[in-house]
């Protein structure tokens, strides 16, 4: 056990980062670039981090630090940057579910990239991202999990990117990291704040710091927004969510590791982390960031006609539902159904990336139609996935959104007043949810094929496809997470990640904090039976509408959408966030750029060449001055003496003569002289 | 009257005038040369002179020998320059030798 | 004491005259040696890099130095000029006073290492190779004489002996318009030079040394505050005076730096020189300025360092920002580095701004970051002009396919230069956030500077995604990947960088008493 707690985690983290290595050097060396290698290793890793949880159950908490820097004793008590990992609940269960995706889609992708020219390339950034994603869940250090924060920003750039010589994926990538960035700078202030006050960067240090009140009222509020930044970027909230649709132009299985059930969680499991810590203000902020986003996806994703658009709208929309689970007091059940989310999600990705290798990479739903016969694997795994998504009964889906459904109530119960919005939001996204993903199970599975050639070449995919497609629908039943099929609260999971006390002493404001946690447990038990009855049915209505819609077809869709044309337009457009953004930030930037540049070569680098010219022209009246007057006088003293020189030129006649008579004459008159004085 | 040193000073003064005056005004350099064998004798008179009434021994006497193999000598050479400018330019006029100057 | 001597001289002694015993063999070489002549030059200054690192072994860091000259290592003391009392005032006193400590020691280091990468570099240069090397080691030793030079007046002597190789370097094997470059920047850092010897004249005149009652370059004797009487015109009672002073000297620094609004030298000037010249002048010559200023400013007058801290951040964060935003707008590839150093030093000035040992510390060591890692951009980019012959972002594309290695290597480096955690430079800029947030004078200067770090990542994408991805134009299809030689001189700089980026310690450990020192000097604590 204690090798599983103390070593283990270690060697875990490792293996992914030995795995990028090994490929990114020698890939060119082994033979199939090393997939064999890189996929090997992930279920090596699965198996260990499977024993660290279970070592995590049994033994408990383990922490450890080594020094990483230290700048002596210049400033008290922050002079020293520990590094170490912690295993605890979060990180346990997170350990499994990284490596778990992680190696199904090394498996999936196998199959799913062969014959790509970068094959190998493709293998090393995913051990790269494994290893940057294991080192974000283990890290016990704030300033450490920001190190691996950008170090997964940088894998999922080169990711998104992989196809590079396209438009689409150049931009996308680009749009990912520089979105990131932005979320990423607030979090890196959220760390300052922290340090400054703190002094410390270990979760640890900091809760304790927290508790002794050396970070406390606006201050602490300001930290806990800031770093929720981070996760409003990474994890693509409104209002930075606009990447990860784009993002969608990486190879589907990096997709679905990195940007449904992975890496985009990370905002989510950040936001737990710092959940004891996070103020009454903090947590409203949050909550309502979530619902907002969860809201806006769940409406753009009604009308979006690419398969992968509409789960990409509906992770983000997902992901919504975990933040505000959280922001609401919920945070055993949000981070559960970011578990929950993370296979499904993972499961529905991955089907849709079997249905566009079936349809030779065609994205667009309007094309499919009746694939059921031709991929019936890929159908029931979609089938099984779109249930749990949708919160039916007995799929671990379910589970974790019936208990947020239920806290939001509790939520709204306890706060009352404007704050009800919150419950009534999530119920519509529950039944927009519903509709949606079976607006997409009904047209790409059911009905007629419309692309009757492509249908024709279509194909179920192969078994390193299908397999892990299987192990995540299977993973998405309820029995894996509780025995109780309609309330996994005495489940394992909910034992192991129990809600922590709120380490705000003395500021128990607004929220679940008014109340003591036993006081919110009453709502929520409570509210649970009304949450289950209200989406159950809202669910059902949902599900109801798409078949209505879109199977029995006693509606006309496009009449409809013709009707409320300018909604339709809004949804369809993204509520046009990219146009606004490229409108004004981006524009605002490139424009502001160009004027730096003016500035820069014509008034600054021009004072300079001014000053030069100025200088030269001034040189030239100097020089005219230095010519006249100067060399003038220079030249008038040359002419006197010249003068005086032809003058005495007559003496010289050249005749010893003439010389005697002044040498006798000169005599003389010295003669004289001398006797005068 | 006594002939004293006076006399024999004032007798090299006119001589060393007379030499001075030959060879400024002359413009033959045979009377040239004798202006300065003039004022070479003149010298010497006033060596001999200065000899015989300063007590000084002999020494005057000795130089003025001494000046007088220097005039030979010199009357030597300069007669020997006076031929060759005779030969080069006809003429022993020495205003008319003046191509050294400039 | 540390001491390290060869044949009886000092090392120090060593490391600035082997370039000059260089430059008398290649100039000793007969003309048909002249394909040699680079290899003699990757000699001397590998020898240099030997010692730098024999040096690094024996290198104490828990010395201070400072103001200590017993906190100095390798120290070398003696009398150059000695003019004994004459008409005028006093004796003249300057020594040959060399010695390193935790700030000048990484300066030296960087130094070696860019020097021997500079002259791996050269190797293209085809054109009057004796005079180039010649030149070229003639820089070395004046960059390496600024570093280790503790008399004021010594320190003087080798800024300027710098300057002369460097025009001629872009002046005769530089681009187009050269001539323009190499005057531009000769004469604007002379300009500033001239500040710097205002104040240098200014100092030895208020200066009295407390033991010998004399006048005095040294710069030890000067941090004394006994050194200048109160009634002398930088004594500390003549407080405008000492400000106007320190500005005086800072605009002599800043120059170099460059701060804005004087950094309109450095684009030209990188755009015109060869890439080994770029690369010694974004590697070394920027943080001469910087050194300067911590070195002389900061140390000498402490005072004016408080007084402006804010003015000083402010410059800084302009750097930062307004560097960032011209680098965006650049088509030509080197342009673009060039504005980027100017923001990336920008950061170095708020660090130093902070006045704090965590800002001072990620200064000193952006320094050295920014060195290595602006090396290796300027070096690609003489890869790609190599083979290219332009430099327009806007004619490449989809390079990424046909020059892999190139594109990893570049990769590396711009995600270094952007502070991409796990290589050396996000360190350093986290130290200088954290050190200028620390400061509450010049924290919301740091919370807009950072602001940069944003622009930073914009503009290296864009740059990446105009060189490197999309379709390969049909023109560049005979362009070949990144060579041997120019791998040797590349990957070693981003082993440092990556090596730097998970075990900052390796060059926080030198520097961080000395900087603790200095700033516990600066704020008056003993």
């Known amino acids: 056990m204690e090798f599983a707690l103390q070593k283990l985690p270690v060697i875990v983290l490792l293996i992914p980062m030995l795995s990028f290595l090994v490929l990114a050097f020698f890939g060119n060396k082994i033979p199939r670039g090393g997939d064999w290698l890189a996929t090997t290793l992930l279920f090596l890793n699965l198996a260990f981090s499977g024993f660290i949880l279970f070592a995590f159950g049994t033994a408990g908490r383990y922490e450890m630090n080594v020094d990483w820097i230290d700048l002596g004793g210049a400033i008290p008590g922050a002079a020293k940057f520990l590094a170490g990992f912690q295993i605890d609940a979060l990180t346990a269960v997170m350990l499994v579910v990284v490596n778990a995706i992680s190696a199904f889609v090394h498996l999936y992708s196998v199959k799913y990239m062969e014959g790509d020219a970068k094959y190998k390339k493709y293998f090393s950034y995913l051990g790269l991202f494994t290893f940057s994603m294991l080192g974000l869940v283990l890290t016990n250090s704030i300033l450490l999990m920001y190190v691996f924060w950008e170090l997964v920003g940088l894998s999922s750039y080169l990711l998104i990117g992989f196809w590079y010589e396209k438009k689409a994926p150049q931009e996308a990538a680009k749009k990912a990291f520089i979105v990131n960035r932005i979320g990423d700078a607030g979090f890196l202030l959220g760390i300052l704040i922290i340090f400054l006050t703190i002094g410390a960067f270990t979760f640890t240090d900091i809760f304790a710091g927290v508790e002794a009140g050396k970070l406390a009222g606006g201050a602490l509020t300001a930290a806990g927004i800031l770093l929720f930044c981070g996760a409003v970027g990474k994890s693509a909230q409104f209002p930075l969510h606009v990447w990860l649709p784009d993002a969608m132009e990486g190879p589907t299985p990096v997709s679905a590791l990195i940007h449904a059930a992975t890496m985009v969680a990370a905002g989510v499991y950040l936001v737990a982390r710092i959940f004891v810590m996070l103020s009454a203000d903090a947590l409203t902020v949050v909550t309502f960031i979530g619902v907002i986003t969860a809201f806006i996806s769940a409406t753009i994703a009604l009308t979006q006609n690419d398969i992968k658009k509409v789960l990409a709208y509906s992770t983000i929309s997902q992901l919504g539902y975990m933040i505000m689970a959280i922001g609401v007091g919920a945070y055993s059940y949000g981070f559960f159904h970011l578990v929950t989310h993370a296979f499904f999600k993972a499961c529905l990705f991955l089907t849709a990336g079997s249905v566009i290798v079936g349809m030779h990479h065609i994205q667009d739903i309007r094309e499919m139609g009746g694939l059921r016969k031709k991929m019936p694997v890929t159908f029931y795994t979609f089938l099984m996935a779109t249930l749990a998504i949708s919160g039916v009964p007995l799929t671990s889906g379910f589970l974790s959104k019936d208990a947020i459904l239920a806290s939001t109530l509790a939520f709204a119960g306890v706060n009352g007043g404007i704050t009800i919005i919150v419950p009534i939001l999530a119920f519509g996204v529950a039944g927009l949810t519903a509709f949606y993903m079976f607006r997409l199970l009904i047209i790409t599975f059911l009905g007629e094929p419309k692309n009757q050639e492509k249908f024709d070449h279509c194909h179920e995919s192969p078994a390193q496809m299908t397999i892990p497609l299987i192990i995540l629908a299977v993973l998405s039943f309820f029995a894996f997470f509780s025995l109780n099929p309609f309330s996994a609260d005495s489940g394992w999971f909910l034992n192991m990640v129990s809600m922590p006390e709120s380490i705000l002493a003395g500021t128990k404001g607004a929220i679940y904090h008014i109340l003591p946690l036993d006081e919110f447990k009453e709502h929520l038990h409570h509210a649970h039976n009304t949450a289950m009855i209200l989406s159950l049915a809202i669910s059902g209505i949902g599900i109801l509408t798409a078949f209505v819609f879109y199977y029995w077809k006693k509606v006309n869709v496009d009449k409809l959408a013709e009707s409320i044309k300018p909604l339709y337009n809004f949804s369809l457009n993204k509520w046009y966030f990219d146009e606004l953004y490229d409108k004004t930030a981006v524009a605002f930037t490139m424009g502001i750029s160009k004027l730096s540049a003016w500035i820069d070569n014509k008034i600054v680098d021009g004072i300079v060449n001014g000053a030069a010219t100025v200088t030269r022209g001034f040189s030239k009246y100097t020089g005219l001055f230095d010519n006249v007057f100067v060399d003038g006088l220079v030249n008038l003293t040359g002419g006197i003496v010249g003068a005086f020189g032809l003058l005495f030129r007559k003496f010289q006649t050249g005749k010893i003569q003439t010389y005697i008579a002044f040498l006798v004459f000169g005599i003389l008159i010295l003669y004289f002289v001398f006797r005068v004085f | 009257m006594e002939i004293g040193l006076t006399h024999y000073l004032v007798l090299g003064a006119i001589l060393f005038g007379l030499g001075l005056f030959a060879m400024i005004s002359r413009r033959n350099a045979i009377l040239v040369l004798m202006g300065i064998e003039l004022i070479l004798n003149a010298a010497n008179i006033n060596l001999v002179a200065f000899s015989r009434y300063n007590g000084l021994g002999v020494d005057g006497q000795v130089v003025s020998i001494f000046v007088i193999i220097l005039a030979v000598a010199e009357a030597a050479i300069a007669l020997g320059i006076v031929l060759n400018l005779y030969n080069n330019f006809a003429t022993v006029d020495i205003d008319e030798a003046n191509t050294m100057k400039d | ?526």
């Open chain 3, 1 to 526: 004491m540390i001491e390290f001597k060869l044949l009886g001289i000092g090392v120090l002694s060593w490391m600035v005259f082997l370039p000059v015993l260089g430059m008398i063999v290649l100039l000793l070489m007969p003309k048909s040696a002249e394909k040699y002549l680079k290899y003699i030059t990757v000699g001397f200054t590998s020898v240099m890099v030997v010692l730098a690192i024999v040096m690094m072994t024996i290198y104490d860091p828990s010395k201070a130095g400072i103001n200590s000259l017993a906190g100095f290592q390798f120290v070398e003391k003696l009398n150059w000029i000695d003019i004994p009392a004459y008409l005028w005032d006093g004796r003249i006193k300057i020594e040959y006073f060399l010695g390193v400590d935790g700030i000048s020691f990484p300066m030296v280091l960087l130094t070696a290492l860019i020097s021997l990468i500079g002259a791996i570099a050269s190797f293209s240069v085809k054109r009057n190779e004796k005079g180039y090397y010649t030149m070229y080691l003639f820089l070395v030793s004046g960059m390496m004489g600024v570093f280790v030079a503790l008399d004021f007046f010594l320190f003087f002597v080798f800024w300027e002996i710098m300057l002369l190789p460097m025009y001629f370097l872009i002046g005769i094997w530089g681009g187009e318009r050269r001539e323009y470059a190499a005057i531009k920047f000769f004469l604007y850092t002379f300009f500033g030079s001239a500040f710097i010897l205002v104040v240098m004249i200014g100092l030895y005149f208020s200066s009295k040394d407390p033991e010998t009652g004399l006048h005095t370059f040294n710069m030890l004797t000067l941090m004394d505050p006994r050194t200048l009487p109160a009634d002398s015109l930088f004594g500390m009672l003549n407080e405008t005076w000492r400000l106007l002073a320190f500005v005086s000297l800072f605009i002599g620094f800043a120059i170099k730096v460059p701060a804005f609004p004087f950094h309109t030298w450095l684009p030209d000037a990188h755009v015109e020189a060869p890439t080994a010249i770029s690369v010694i002048l974004a590697g070394v010559l920027l943080k001469m300025g910087t050194y300067g200023m911590l070195r002389i400013s900061w140390s000498i007058f402490p005072d004016g360092a408080k007084y402006f801290m804010v003015p000083i951040a402010i410059i800084a964060a302009i750097n930062i920002i307004y560097g960032a935003l011209c680098a965006m707008a650049q088509k030509d590839f080197k342009k673009l580095i060039a504005y980027s150093s100017i923001s990336h030093m920008g950061y170095v000035m708020l660090g130093m701004a902070s006045l704090t040992a965590i800002g001072i510390s990620g200064a000193v060591f952006q320094m050295f970051n920014h060195g290595t890692i602006t090396a290796v951009l300027f070096l690609s980019v003489g890869v790609i002009y190599d083979r290219a012959h332009t430099r327009g972002l806007n004619d490449f594309g989809g390079l990424a396919n046909k020059m892999p290695k190139y594109f990893a290597v570049l990769i590396v480096a711009f995600f270094a230069s952007i502070g991409l955690p796990g290589l050396s430079a996000f360190i350093s800029e986290t130290f200088i956030f954290i050190g200028g947030f620390t400061n509450h004078f010049i924290r919301v200067v740091a919370i807009i500077s950072m602001l940069g770090i944003i622009l930073n990542a914009a503009y290296v994408l864009w740059t990446i995604q105009r060189l490197f991805f999309g379709t390969l134009p049909e023109k560049w299809n005979g362009l070949t990947d990144i060579s041997a030689r120019e791998l040797i001189s590349t990957v070693p700089l981003l082993v440092i960088v990556v090596v730097l980026g998970i075990f900052p310690s390796y060059m926080l450990d030198l520097m961080k008493s000395s900087v603790n020192l200095l700033v516990n000097f600066i704020w008056g604590i003993n």
